[in-house]
T-cell receptor, first 114, second 111 residues
Framework: KAGVTQTPRYLIKTRGQQVTLSCSPI?????VSWYQQTPGQGLQFLFE???????NKGNFPGRFSGRQFSNSRSEMNVSTLELGDSALYLC?????????????FGPGTRLTVL | GESVGLHLPTLSVQEGDNSIINCAYS??????FIWYKQESGKGPQFIID?????DKRQGQRVTVLLNKTVKHLSLQIAATQPGDSAVYFC??????????FGSGTRLSIRP
């Protein structure tokens, strides 16, 4: 099976812009979770989608949003970018519940906000 | 609140020696624990997992030990190799819940 794929791999934006990141889960996986990883904060949970519905949400402002399509592919959007949004954004997929079974991660999208 | 933490942020080990990475968790309801390895520029890679009904599980060169009495998890890597250099994360979860990650331990290998 192909692993989790994320596009683009690298992105450079300026403050105030918006960005959309894409994630394709492993075939058959219906749960997709998004994480933000920074050197100072480690892995922080953004949100999780299952069957096109947001099932869990982390403590991030409303500028961070996401969605999931019927084929389980997911996108996340960050509007009005701030310098502090520079990070590695990771997507992970699993069959059902992230806490109950193995999550497999993609390579991440490195976002730099100038 | 619940938290998963690591005792040491960095660990330096001689090549060929065994490595032991420790992790403490606080949520006694967690019943699933995972170790991930993250190499520079890559996403976390699954290494091994263990359910709460077990106290030991072995993989290829890796062993995970779970001590529910003291809420402690450890990852043992046998005969550490240069390719084992990475950041290692422990994580905890339970049915119908999100997973919680620890802050990570950087493992470096001395030649």
């Amino acid at each position: 099976k192909a692993g989790v794929t994320q596009t683009p791999r690298y992105l450079i934006k300026t403050r105030g812009q918006q960005v959309t990141l894409s994630c394709s889960p492993i075939s058959g996986h219906r749960s997709v979770s998004w994480y933000q990883q920074t050197p100072g904060q480690g892995l922080q949970f953004l949100f999780e989608y299952f069957s096109e519905t947001q099932r869990n949400k982390g403590n991030f402002p409303g500028r961070f949003s996401g969605r999931q399509f019927s084929n389980s592919r997911s996108e996340m959007n960050v509007s009005t970018l701030e310098l502090g949004d520079s990070a590695l954004y990771l997507c992970a997929s699993t069959t059902d519940y992230p806490g109950a079974d193995t999550q497999y991660f993609g390579p991440g999208t490195r976002l730099t906000v100038l | 609140g619940e938290s998963v933490g690591l005792h040491l942020p960095t660990l330096s080990v001689q090549e060929g020696d065994n490595s032991i990475i420790n992790c403490a968790y606080s949520n006694s309801a967690s019943d699933y624990f995972i170790w991930y390895k993250q190499e520079s520029g890559k996403g976390p890679q699954f290494i091994i997992d263990i359910r709460s009904n077990m106290d030991k599980r072995q993989g290829q060169r890796v062993t995970v030990l779970l001590n529910k009495t003291v809420k402690h998890l450890s990852l043992q890597i046998a005969a550490t190799q240069p390719g084992d250099s990475a950041v290692y994360f422990c994580a905890e979860g339970s049915s119908a819940s999100k997973i919680i990650f620890g802050s990570g331990t950087r493992l470096s290998i001395r030649p």
